[in-house]
């Protein structure tokens, strides 16, 4: 089963013929480097017209170079800066970047979908071809409460998308990052060989009358987490302590994205809500289209 998104945002007045993606992406680390790598590609080969924004304030480490797209000469730069100059000039591209700070208000996202990031939307153009302003979000966050943020604008939207990625971390030692693998134990080197391989990709949609789920309605626990600690009050060390991801795991999630992304922009068509998938077994699974509405 599939939804078409043309015909899902129909109205009574407006017949649409084509959209206009406009896709802010919310993080360009593990896995959302690789989730921009994969839409300028497709936004590029595609000659697709659309807006895409990428937003994030984090700073290139030395520890990224090993599961992220990043060169030793480019560290201390901001991740998206450099992912938006790389992409864009490969794919002839205008790709707009946030990264004065982190996005911590429904507020500061809805901005973010702006004119000032539309270079290459033609007002005269979508009248006279009747195109479907579409709101994209891809969430590549490891925390709920930028989730949340998500969540509250989503819930006001009455067009829109939200893909959101989730990754397993791995089970490691409390002192894995002093403590090199070869002092590890059995036991601690068991846990961390089967963890950190599954995640999944969510597509929240509101189209209309047309609705599905989004992660936070999925997974309760997104927005029941007490932790109400803003990405900005947290100190650099507790931003890094989260437990490592594999770099395959990352893809993954990035590839998935790329599907439904295609799936969007060449078909104006959804066919899946959550892709499940383990890198170590090799399998991606999805669930079908759900339409979760009863009402506006």
Excluded at 114 to 130: A, G, L, P, V
Excluded at 158 to 176: C, F, L, R, S, Y
Excluded at 196 to 218: H, I, P
Excluded at 226 to 240: G, K, N, V
Aim: glycine content about 6%.
């Amino acid at each position: 089963m599939t939804v078409n998104v043309l015909k899902a945002a129909k109205d009574n007045f407006y017949d649409y013929l084509d959209i206009f993606p406009f896709i802010v992406q919310i993080g360009t680390g593990g896995t959302g480097a690789y989730v921009v790598q994969h839409v300028a590609q497709i936004l590029g080969t595609s000659k697709k017209k659309a807006a895409y924004v990428i937003a994030d304030p984090d700073i290139i480490e030395e520890k990224n170079l090993n599961n992220q797209l990043f060169l030793s000469e480019e560290i201390g730069l901001k991740k998206a800066d450099v992912l938006a100059d790389r992409y864009s000039a490969a794919y002839g591209l205008d790709i707009g970047v946030y990264s004065d700070s982190y996005v911590e208000s429904p507020e500061q996202l809805r901005s973010l979908f702006s004119m000032e990031y539309m270079s290459m939307y033609d007002e005269n153009e979508r009248i006279t071809s009747k195109k479907l302003f579409l709101p994209i979000i891809i969430g590549c966050v490891d925390n709920n409460y930028t989730r949340r943020i998500i969540h509250q604008l989503f819930q006001q939207m009455k067009t829109g998308i939200w893909i959101d990625t989730g990754n397993e971390a791995t089970t490691v030692p409390p002192d894995w990052k002093t403590r090199p693998k070869a002092q590890w134990t059995e036991e601690e080197m068991a846990a961390f060989n089967e963890s950190g391989w599954s995640g999944q990709v969510v597509t929240g949609v509101r189209l209309n009358l047309f609705k599905q789920d989004s992660v936070a309605e999925v997974f309760p626990d997104v927005l029941e987490d007490e932790d109400d600690i803003r990405p900005s009050e947290l100190s650099c060390e507790e931003l890094s302590a989260s437990e490592p991801q594999r770099l395959i795991v990352n893809k993954f999630a990035a590839l998935i994205v790329a599907r439904i992304l295609t799936e969007i922009i060449e078909e104006h068509t959804i066919s899946s809500h959550i892709t499940f998938f383990h890198a170590k077994k090799g399998y991606m699974r999805s669930t079908d289209i759900q339409n979760t509405a009863l009402t506006l």
